[in-house]
């Protein structure tokens, strides 16, 4: 079911009528934008010689980092890339590094490709959590790309933003205002379950029609409506200074300028996705499968 089939929706949590609200005067912080990226580079089956079943497997890029936003100055801080071997089971495949490409190895995997791909995207998220936990500080807020459904809790308040809307959480009245809303205005605090508080916003850049440039953002509840509320505001007023535009990005302008220009630099530090490719293959010819009586396993790459 889509999340919003399960979430639990309440409206009645700010005490303040439910319409578009323009952000009252704010401090803007320190903002640090934290996003990540992923690329499956060759699809494995392993073959082991005492065994004629396959071993299903994924070879496989992430990379997340964090761009320091201050006004009019940002900056890539901090940039994470891990490359890994990823196997069904209990058994570890072992590629010897080959053209510049070495592997992590790691086993557990489900035996279907809909279950690696999950198990890919937790690997990037797991790489944006430690940032964002790492940037986490009191004169500062962390931005992070998407849902806080899988963040731990942290010190400080991090808050998400989410681009695309697959789950609708207001009905009726209370959508209508989502599509009432003006560039820097928000809609008044809503509970998603028992751990998270919603707003909806919109950016500029694209008019104001329907769901066109509208956000929505998410904070934990661990952290009180009070705290909420004000970052609510922050994000409302400090946002649109980093809409993305829509000449320059066609997921303008959601996917903000910080966020754009730090995939950008993720993608470069991956590497081509074809040389990565390659390299499984030609390491493929010398891999190693744990507990293989010869010492060596055959491999198929499916790509």
Avoid at 114 to 136: K, N, T
Wanted: aromatic letters at 6%.
């Amino acid at each position: 079911p889509r999340e919003g089939d399960v979430a639990t929706v309440r409206t009645d949590v700010e005490p303040v009528r439910w319409q578009p609200l323009d952000p009252g005067p704010v401090d803007v912080p320190e903002l640090v934008f934290v996003d990540g990226v992923q690329q499956v580079e060759a699809w494995l089956n392993v073959t082991p010689q005492d065994d004629p079943a396959p071993v299903f497997g994924v070879a496989f890029a992430v990379g997340a980092g964090a761009v320091v936003a201050d006004g009019a100055r940002a900056r890539v801080e901090e940039v994470a890339v891990q490359r890994v071997v990823l196997t069904e089971g209990g058994r570890c495949l072992h590629l010897p590094a080959q053209g510049g490409f070495a592997w992590d190895v790691r086993a557990g995997g489900g035996g279907d490709p809909g279950a690696m791909a999950a198990r890919v995207a937790g690997f990037r998220r797991d790489l944006e959590q430690a940032i964002a936990e790492r940037m986490s500080a009191g004169h500062r807020l962390v931005v992070l790309d998407g849902r806080l459904s899988f963040l731990r809790e942290t010190r400080h308040p991090v808050i998400g933003v989410v681009k695309s809307h697959h789950a609708m959480y207001l009905q009726g009245e209370h959508a209508g205002v989502v599509t009432a809303l003006r560039a820097g205005q928000r809609t008044p605090l809503f509970a998603i379950g028992d751990d998270r508080f919603g707003w909806y916003q919109r950016l500029p850049n694209v008019g104001d029609a329907g769901w066109a440039g509208v956000l929505r953002g998410e904070v934990s509840q661990g952290f009180g409506l009070a705290v909420a509320r004000r970052l609510a505001d922050v994000a409302a007023a400090a946002l649109p200074r980093y809409a993305g535009r829509p000449h320059r990005d066609p997921r303008a302008p959601q996917n903000m300028q910080p966020i754009m220009a730090l995939e950008q630099r993720l993608r470069h530090r991956l590497g081509d996705r074809r040389l990565a490719f390659r390299a499984v293959r030609v390491a493929c010819a010398a891999a190693t499968l744990d507990d293989a009586p010869s010492g060596r396993a055959p491999l198929r790459v499916v790509a």
